[in-house]
DNA sequence: TTGACATATTCCCATATGAGAATATATTGA
DNA sequence: TCAATATATTCTCATATGGGAATATGTCAA
């Protein structure tokens, strides 16, 4: 098997980040695709690339104005993303928490 | 520019399906090479180079015990990807609030 | 209809990937 | 020292990628 696809899921996709960048920039409000190109440093071609691909797996939506296409940011696609990773949320503050007593420790130590 | 490599950062490391499987099996306990091996459905030496990658980005970290190799989980290095995906809480949990009150508005229609 | 603008698609290229197979490198125990 | 076991590395292959350039498509306005 090959390198899985970046169109495969969110997780893919938001691999890349111009990606990325493109979301957190659609994050605080809809754009049109020339104001994400102004935005972002690459070619507008690379742009209407990264968005058919935000696009396939429902990152993102479009809407139609005239000759203007308005792309803005779906949430709940990220969602999985986020659920995924507080699967691990548990054991990163357990980790903290040692991170924390240990500190204490020392400076009881000191005193 | 090519693709973002799988050793660039946690993002690209987890995008890969069998390295957040490795990753859900390691969530629960600390194990050996052939343990995962087992676990998985792929080679042994797929295995080791999917934890070289994760290893490379800091998701897990190696202990030596003997001939063994066990493997667990920094979730710590998970952080930065559940940080990145609240940034959206805030517009997920509003898509929700709006589905639930078009839901409401329905279920008053009807009554 | 034509020209201007906005966006999408196609083409080409260099590159890294993931898979399995084979091999190399520990480490242990006899 | 040698065989067995555990793990890592190397090799080859097929493939999808992201970038820019060029081109195609769509839409408006005159």
């Given at each position: 098997m090959t390198r899985a696809a970046t169109t495969s899921d969110?997780?893919?996709?938001?691999?890349?980040?111009?990606?990325r960048d493109i979301l957190?920039?659609?994050?605080?409000?809809e754009r049109s695709v020339t104001e994400i190109v102004d935005a972002m440093e690459i070619e507008?071609?690379?742009?209407?690339?990264?968005?058919?691909?935000?696009?396939?797996v429902g990152l993102v939506e479009v809407r139609?104005?005239?000759r203007l296409m308005f792309y803005h940011v779906n949430a709940m696609a990220i969602r999985p993303?986020?659920?995924w990773t507080s699967?691990?949320?548990?054991?990163w503050r357990h980790q903290l928490l040692r991170?924390?007593?240990?500190?204490?420790?020392?400076?009881?130590q000191k005193q």
């Open positions: 969110a997780f893919n996709a938001v691999a890349e980040p111009r990606r957190n920039y659609l994050a605080m409000q507008q071609s690379s742009v209407s690339k990264h968005l058919k691909v935000l696009k396939g139609r104005e005239g993303l986020h659920e699967t691990f949320e548990r054991l991170i924390k007593e240990r500190a204490e420790a020392i400076h009881r």
